[in-house]
DNA sequence: AAGTGAACCTGAAGGC
DNA sequence: TGCCTTCAGGTTCACT
């Protein structure tokens, strides 16, 4: 499910139950999921109130209140499930209602709110690609995950000018540039697919030839940067995408990909008005890219 | 240095 | 029905 769209609407989904909660138990079912959980983890985390949950790229960041952060990515398939208690039959005594796979339920983080009982987040995960870890507050910015991440494709941070200067002199495909994380934080393979047909830009051209000989944006810049504001922004307010039965952390579908102008539209003709050209799919560092040849220069 | 492909892991879907 | 292959939203590492 995740590129940055679906994570912020997961963060937008859990911020209610988990800001202002105490963690009173963690429940891991195993001990790894792509990276073993740091020693001590449970016992860390146990007893913590979430001062805060934010998000930077595709990580989600819940701030606790003893100066750490726990950072959770959810890799490939990684997903959260709010659950609220049905029944309350005996104090502390909890049950919930069966759902449909438990098989890939990894983390159970049970909460205490002064204003709801028996509510719990679920992490689930079938191919564990997703991890979690813990880092102080402090260090944040300088951990491996974070230093060398690139530009937020949400707010101001991603203009033209920075993005040419970023892009400039590289000679790999565009399509490669947008997915690696240095340059811009937070792109997938879908969204990439999606910003370069709005900015009408093949995904074979060399990146560098976004950028002016100058290395200053041209209008190519200008049309990238647009376009991938635009699509992340869209995305984020239509709720993320929906592949593959995912779901939002309170069960809500994401309907973005009923927008999708490319991806997954091999053989269908282009959406561009006037173009009559055909969707294509090709294969780029091993992943597929979608689009249009006819319009996409 | 830069670019590609494989690896990590599981499940779903399609072909025969 | 069942077996086999291919593919999937991410990231890292090894190789050319």
Redesign the pocket.
């Given at each position: 499910?995740?590129?940055l769209p679906?994570v912020e609407t997961v963060r937008r989904g859990l911020q209610p139950v988990l800001e202002g909660a105490r963690i009173a138990e963690v429940t891991l079912a195993r001990a790894d999921l792509?990276f073993p959980f740091p020693p001590g983890f449970r016992e860390r985390v146990t007893g913590r109130r979430v001062v805060s949950l934010g998000r930077r790229?595709?990580?989600l960041l819940a701030d606790l209140d003893d100066g750490t952060v726990l950072v959770m990515?959810l890799?490939?398939?990684g997903a959260f499930r709010i659950e609220q208690a049905a029944t309350q039959t005996v104090p502390g005594a909890f049950h919930y209602a069966r759902s449909e796979?438990r098989?890939?339920d990894h983390v159970i983080f049970h909460l205490e709110r002064a204003d709801q009982a028996g509510l719990r987040i679920v992490y689930n995960d079938?191919?564990?690609?997703g991890f979690m870890t813990l880092v102080p507050r402090a260090e944040l910015e300088s951990h491996?995950?974070f230093a060398g991440l690139g530009l937020e494709p949400v707010g101001n941070a991603l203009d033209a000018e920075t993005l040419a200067h970023l892009l400039a002199?590289?000679?790999?495909?565009l399509k490669?540039?947008l997915?690696d994380?240095r340059i811009v934080a937070g792109?997938?393979?879908?969204y990439v697919c999606e910003a370069l047909f709005r900015a009408r830009l093949s995904p074979q051209r060399?990146?560098g030839t976004v950028a002016t000989k100058a290395g200053r944006a041209g209008v190519r810049a200008e049309r990238l940067a647009v376009a991938i504001r635009e699509v992340i922004d869209a995305a984020i307010a239509a709720g993320?995408?929906?592949?593959?039965?995912?779901r939002q952390a309170d069960g809500q579908l994401?309907y973005f990909q009923h927008t999708f102008q490319v991806?997954g539209r091999e053989g269908e003709p282009c959406r561009t008005p006037g173009c009559g050209g055909t969707v294509r799919?090709l294969?780029?560092?091993?992943?597929?890219t979608f689009h249009c040849p006819r319009c996409q220069r």
């Open positions: 499910m995740p590129e679906e792509r790229a595709k990580y990515h890799g490939m398939s796979d098989k890939h079938p191919r564990r690609f491996p995950f002199g590289k000679a790999t495909p490669a540039a997915l994380q792109l997938g393979n879908i060399a990146a993320g995408s929906t592949l593959r039965d995912h994401g991806y799919r294969v780029q560092s091993g992943r597929s």
